[in-house]
């Protein structure tokens, strides 16, 4: 297939998908909204399309069953993951939707999770594996900043510095220790044991972000108006904070963000009013 054929059909499946999930979510997007994120997923593919052209198997489901917590319940790993067979090498990704720098001053985390994958590829399916890595399909900001001021120069330079591909190494005596981790997890929430983390974690900024563990974390978490933690640090913040508490109650984002929303949910009403299903 030749370039252009599949940047048409780039196009065609963005709107397909578009489609969707505004029928099965109720939201739309604006214009200029939809436009950015259509031209997120073609920088994407340009920079990762010798990637892209190798992967032989998509959406490969990896399945480790019957393990067994110390408290003797029964649970199941699942992970989904992209395969390339390369002349004589196998690759294993997983997509993230985090940033490059939040996965490489993190590789550990990403790590543990692939280390499992890893040993579901090689050990139970008895095939072989030279590598593992993360893809980043975050948008970096240089790079949407660029494309805002239809900077052709900047677009190209931003481009030539985004790493979206981060390599990781596996290692077959840790996974035991990460499943055990895994176990530990599962009996914590079948008793409900929910700890939160301390308030002076909540301050700290994460490795690779500029972003506080409160901000990034804790903001996407839907327990944090029941947290005493996220309380604490809400409250914390500096004077007067105690009366603006309710703000981040009523937080769905942005000014800008907020009226994006509304008008593009106006637009699809009065186009459903129009042209009723």
Not at 5 to 12: A, G, N, P, S
Not at 26 to 52: C, F, I, P, S
Not at 183 to 201: G, L, Q, R, S, W
């Amino acid at each position: 297939m030749k370039e252009h054929e599949i940047i048409d059909k780039l196009r065609e499946y963005f709107e397909e998908n578009y489609e969707l999930m505004r029928l099965e979510g109720g939201h739309a997007l604006t214009e200029d909204v939809k436009q950015l994120a259509l031209t997120q997923v073609l920088y994407y593919y340009n920079k990762m399309r010798d990637v892209a052209n190798k992967v032989t198997d998509t959406e490969v489901k990896l399945t480790l069953p019957e393990q067994i917590t110390q408290k003797g319940r029964n649970f199941t790993i699942e992970g989904i993951v992209d395969i390339v067979r390369d002349d004589d090498e196998t690759w294993m990704y997983d997509i993230k939707t985090h940033d490059t720098d939040y996965i490489k001053a993190n590789k550990d985390l990403y790590g543990r999770q692939l280390n499992v994958y890893a040993h579901i590829w090689q050990k139970l399916r008895g095939q072989p594996l030279d590598k593992t890595a993360v893809i980043s399909t975050a948008y970096p900001a240089g790079l949407k900043r660029a494309h805002l001021l239809n900077d052709p120069f900047q677009i190209q330079y931003e481009l030539s510095k985004w790493e979206p591909l981060v390599d990781l190494d596996f290692d077959q005596e840790k996974v035991e220790e990460i499943i055990a981790d895994f176990a530990e997890t599962v009996d914590c929430i079948e008793d409900k044991k929910f700890k939160p983390a301390p308030v002076e974690v909540l301050k700290e900024n994460l490795a690779g972000s500029k972003s506080k563990f409160g901000q990034r974390i804790c903001r996407e978490c839907d327990a944090r108006f029941s947290c005493s933690s996220y309380r604490e640090y809400v409250l914390g913040k500096g004077k007067g904070s105690r009366g603006n508490f309710r703000k981040y109650f009523d937080d769905f984002g942005s000014d800008t963000a907020k009226e994006e929303w509304a008008n593009a949910n106006l637009s699809a009403r009065d186009i459903n009013t129009i042209n009723p299903e």
